[in-house]
C-alpha cells in the first residue's frame, strides 16, 4: 500500500523568504504522479503543482517549484517570495497511474504554513 | 473557470438523520470521489467512481453510507443514520483520465448533534 508522509506539522515563514515544505512517500509502483495541494481558511482544495514520476525534471509553476528525488521517494515544495496569501495547509498527494486512467489520491497529513508579515 | 458544485455547504442535523450531499462534477469528467476530512484521520478516500460506475467503496461504513451516480451530472452520499463521530468535512471531486489531477469542490460542513 502506498504512504505519503509530511513530517512538518506547521512552518512559518516572513513574507518575501523562500520556505521549504518536505514529503516522503513510499510505494512499489513505477507509474505514478504527485501533487501538492494548497487548503487556505475557506477550505477550498487548490492544486498547486504535479510532477509525473517518469520526468526527470522538476515541475515549477511561478513561485512554486518541487524537487522531485524518484530514489529517494522524496517530493518537497518550495514556495519562493512568500506571499501573505501562501498562508494554508498544504497536503502532499500520491496517485498511482494506470496507463491513461487516473487512480485514488493518498494525502499526508498537511503542513500548516503560516507567512508573518 | 469549471467548478465542481457541492451542496449544502453546511449541515446541522440530529443523531439518528438521514443527510444527503450533493455533488455536480466539471461537464466531462469522468472520474468522481468522495473524500473525508477530519482533524484526527485527514483526509479519507470514502468511495469513486468512474464513468458513473462504483469502482471502491472500501472507505465508507457500507452499514449507514450510501454513494451514487443516478447520471453523469450528479453524484450523491446519504448517511442513513447520522452519528455525532460523522461529524466532518466531505469533499467531492472530479477529473478526467489525464493524470493532471483532481478539482475539488468546497466542501459540506456537516455536524451530527
Known amino acids: 500500500a502506498q504512504t505519503v508522509t509530511q513530517s512538518q506539522p506547521e512552518m512559518s515563514v516572513q513574507e518575501a523568504e523562500t520556505v521549504t515544505l518536505s514529503c516522503t512517500y513510499d510505494?512499489?509502483?513505477?507509474?505514478?504522479?504527485l501533487f501538492w495541494y494548497k487548503q487556505p481558511p475557506s477550505r477550498q482544495m487548490i492544486l498547486v503543482i504535479r510532477?509525473?514520476?517518469?520526468?526527470?525534471q522538476n515541475a515549477t509553476e511561478n513561485r512554486f517549484s518541487v524537487n522531485f528525488q524518484k530514489a529517494a521517494k522524496s517530493f518537497s515544495l518550495k514556495i519562493s517570495d512568500s506571499q501573505l496569501g501562501d498562508t494554508a495547509m498544504y497536503f502532499c498527494?500520491?496517485?498511482?497511474?494506470?496507463?491513461?486512467?487516473?487512480?485514488?489520491?493518498?494525502f499526508g497529513k498537511g503542513t500548516k504554513l503560516s507567512v508573518k508579515p | 473557470d469549471a467548478r465542481v458544485t457541492q451542496t449544502p455547504r453546511h449541515k446541522v442535523t440530529e443523531m439518528g438523520q438521514e443527510v444527503t450531499m450533493r455533488c455536480q462534477p466539471i461537464?466531462?469528467?469522468?472520474?468522481v470521489f468522495w473524500y473525508r476530512q477530519t482533524m484526527m484521520q485527514g483526509l479519507e478516500l470514502l468511495a469513486y467512481?468512474?464513468?458513473?460506475?462504483?469502482?471502491?467503496d472500501s472507505g465508507m461504513p457500507k452499514d449507514r453510507f450510501s454513494a451514487e451516480m443516478p447520471d453523469a451530472t450528479l453524484a450523491t452520499l446519504k448517511i442513513q443514520p447520522s452519528e455525532p463521530r460523522d461529524s466532518a468535512v466531505y469533499f467531492c471531486?472530479?477529473?478526467?483520465?489525464?493524470?493532471?489531477?483532481?478539482?475539488f469542490g468546497s466542501g459540506t460542513r456537516l455536524t451530527v448533534v
Open positions: 467512481f468512474r464513468n458513473r460506475a462504483p469502482l471502491d
Open positions: 510505494t512499489s509502483e513505477n507509474n505514478y504522479y
Open positions: 510532477q509525473e514520476a517518469y520526468k526527470q
Open positions: 471531486a472530479s477529473g478526467s483520465s489525464t493524470g493532471y489531477g483532481y478539482t
Open positions: 461537464l466531462g469528467h469522468n472520474t
Open positions: 498527494a500520491f496517485m498511482r497511474g494506470y496507463g491513461g486512467s487516473q487512480g485514488n489520491l493518498i
